[in-house]
């Protein structure tokens, strides 16, 4: 994955206001945004997605401008080709499992045949073990199982990349270690790119190829502590960096 990030954003609400000022260039496959709450990092996430319209800046990935405010593109969600996973998941509630799963598959361009629908839809079944729970409903499932459901729908649509939103945040910390395990297993047989953001050290350290933290708004510095108090303007490309996280235990 290419990605290009060059976005600023003001927000105002009452008297507060809020600068997003985000700059990053990376190929990793497994890029982390880490930071403390309110730094910016689902704002950064959405504006790849197409959920949030920067005020100025670009994004682009791989060979595909998505948004840019000086040429005057800013591509629909839908036709971005990108997957984002909720926090919550987001599962329609009045649907089965396999009913959610196959609802991936109506957003963006990809549209097969009915044929290739079942057979896709029962791909992601069996690849994520949810063949029993095929016909149930979200409120019938395990946190797990949900979360399954979820990257399932995602990834049916063969995302260029997959945009994680705190992905463990609504686990219990047991659970919350087994699905690190399969995402983590489940990204490098897949190969799927993915941009995830949390709070969490302990997710950086697992899925951080390049880990960027981001602070007030900005990204502060990378995983190799490259300080860059212009908002990472400077940061060097880069496709893989230490897995070890420097100083990032202070995020709670
Ligand atoms: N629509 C909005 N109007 C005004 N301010 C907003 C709006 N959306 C977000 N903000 C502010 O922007 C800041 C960054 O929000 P963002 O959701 O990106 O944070 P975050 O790093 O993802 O935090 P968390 O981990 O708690 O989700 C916050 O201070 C938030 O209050």
Redesign the pocket.
Known sequence: MHLDIDIRKT???GKRT?HLDVRFRSTSQRIVLL?A????????LKAIAGLMRPDAGHVRLNDTTLFDAAAGIDLKPQLRNVAYVFQDYALFPHLSVRQNIAFGLKRGLFNPRASDHRDAVDYWLAAFQLEPTAHQLPDELSGGQRQRVALARALIARPAALLLD?PFAALDPELRTVMRGELDDLQRRLQVPMVL?T?DPADAEIFGEKVLR?RD?RIADDAAGNIDPAGAAALPETSASPLHVTGAAGFA
């Open positions: 927000l105002r609400s809020f930071g709450s309110g730094s910016g990092k689902s704002l950064t705190e953001i709070h981001m708004g």
